[in-house]
């Protein structure tokens, strides 16, 4: 584009200042070229190259000059530009809004740095860093205004961008059902969602209730409390550990010995639960946290799954015990079977089955009723563990029959004593609501190794006792024997 006479004059004119504050402002060249060496056919060049839109104006704030870069980013040529003001052509904000100040910087001879957004000519908004400074003459008189724009859109946009993503992310811890918490390397808290505060109880420091993560002008807020920055080994750790039943459980469980060992082992990813003292069942998720391929902490993740604990513990009760009495069915009392009898067979010690059947259960249920006879199983049930040790285990093999297993007897007289004493325990009258009633028990043992040496024949030899207890007579113990195992 030509220069005319005119605009050549007025970048003479404010070259010296101008070129300076530019270099001084934009790039190196300051150090490459003394300014009072540089011709101005060198400073036109400069300004007509520049990526920064370059604008001179006169004392009326008029444009004088303007370069390509502002061409290309206002999309106004620069006939166009002219003889108008930034306020008129660009509808430049903030300066309208900020005259005073501005004005008051320049005045006193310093550039004002800040930020503006202006009308392009399509009318489409742009937004801007911006310097302004005044040009003096050798008087020390001001001939002209500089300003140097550097368009930020692409930074705008990134910014932006960058907003939605921390909002997406705050959004996203602050929704899920997880306790999550942040650990720097140093060991210190980097970041936490509310969840994380709930779940562990802890309180709000005296001198803060909410804590920020910024970045540049984004700011999310936490309606938690100011744990940011602080060591994890203080006041939330403690709070931490003081609820666990197992407190070293914590890092131990993890490999680690401190918040630190966590942290430095980056490859490290772990799963595991937390048992807190009130009875809350915690599953904790732990995996580093990496930056560029490196770690630079770690991400904990705590979920309350104490109602799903609870769900299936139920469930596995149920699975194993009977409904009725609350005794273990026959299933669980065949695992403890083959478990003890293995333990038996390890340390050379003995132990006795019995199978226990209520006499003439059938006309109980037939004259009084079912509702009668469950309640009577429930009693005899309740008698029944009163009668034995605190090792042995008796069981609800089905309708009215039981089965016990004791563990660890010395000899067949331990087995026949907690025999005699079921038998006088049952003598007893059952009240039974409105009925009652005086019943009798028929009883059945086999003892290892000398009845059976696993589980099966042990069963069915105690079953065997029972039937040949019935047979003489009901209402006593029978002592399995080969002699009797061929039956009339």
């Known amino acids: 584009m030509r220069m005319t006479k005119d605009m050549l004059s007025t970048l003479g004119a404010v070259s010296d200042q101008c070129l300076l504050n530019l270099m001084l402002s934009t790039s190196s060249l300051a150090k490459a070229f003394p300014h009072d060496t540089i011709h101005p056919s060198l400073a036109t060049a ?9 604008e001179i104006c006169d004392l009326q704030f008029r444009f004088v000059y303007v370069n390509l870069a502002f061409e290309k980013i206002t999309g106004y040529q620069r006939e166009e530009a002219l003889g108008q003001t930034p306020d008129a052509l660009l509808q430049v904000e903030p300066y309208e809004a900020a005259d005073e100040g501005i004005w008051r910087t320049i005045a006193s001879g310093e550039a004002w740095t800040g930020f503006c957004t202006g009308k392009r000519k399509d009318g489409s908004t742009y937004h801007q860093d911006a310097t302004v400074f005044p040009v003096y003459d050798s008087m020390g008189e001001v001939t002209n205004y500089v300003a140097i724009k550097r368009d930020i859109g692409d930074r705008q946009r990134a910014q932006s961008e960058l907003e939605q993503a921390l909002s997406l992310l705050q959004a996203t811890l602050e929704s899920t059902v997880d306790g999550i918490l942040v650990i720097s390397k140093a060991g210190n808290i980097e970041g936490f969602n509310q969840k994380f505060v709930e ?11 909410s804590t920020a993560i910024s970045t540049a ?11 940011n920055s602080m060591p994890l080994s203080s006041m939330p750790l403690n709070t931490i550990l003081d609820q666990l039943q197992d407190p070293n459980a914590f890092f131990s469980s993890e490999g ?27 599953e904790r998720y732990s995996l580093p946290q990496c930056l560029n391929g490196k770690s630079v902490g770690r991400v904990w ?20 015990h009977d409904l009725l009495t609350g005794l273990p069915n026959r299933m669980l009392f065949n695992d403890r079977l083959v478990t003890t009898l293995e333990q038996a067979k390890q340390n050379k010690t003995r132990l006795a089955v019995m199978f226990l059947d209520l006499d003439r259960f059938k006309s109980i249920n037939d004259t009084l009723g079912h509702a009668a006879g469950d309640l009577l199983l429930q009693n005899v049930a309740e008698r029944l563990t009163q009668c034995l040790r605190e090792s042995d285990i008796v069981a609800r093999w089905a309708g009215d029959e039981f089965t016990l297993l004791l563990s660890n007897i010395h000899d067949i007289q331990d087995a026949t004593a907690i025999a005699q004493r079921i038998l006088e325990s049952l003598r007893e009258e059952f009240d039974l609501a409105d009925h009652r009633l005086h019943i009798s028990i028929s009883i059945g043992i086999a003892a290892y190794p000398q009845d059976g040496e696993d589980t099966e024949t042990l069963l069915k030899n105690a079953d065997t006792a029972l039937y040949r207890a019935k047979e003489t007579g009901r209402n006593k113990y029978n002592l399995y024997s080969k002699a009797a195992h061929v039956l009339p």
């Open 46 to 54: 400069i300004l007509e190259q520049a990526t920064d839109a370059i």
């Open 256 to 282: 680690f010995s401190s918040v630190e060992g966590a942290c430095d082992l980056s490859a490290a990813t772990y799963e595991d639960v937390l048992k807190l003292k009130d009875g809350r069942i915690f």
């Open 217 to 227: 002008k984004c700011t999310v807020q936490h309606s938690a409390i100011s744990l």
């Open 301 to 320: 993740s705590f979920r309350d799954v104490t109602l799903r604990h609870s769900n299936e513990a139920i469930i596995r009760y149920q699975a194993s």
């Open 199 to 209: 779940m562990w109880g802890i309180a709000a420091a005296p001198a803060a209730t």
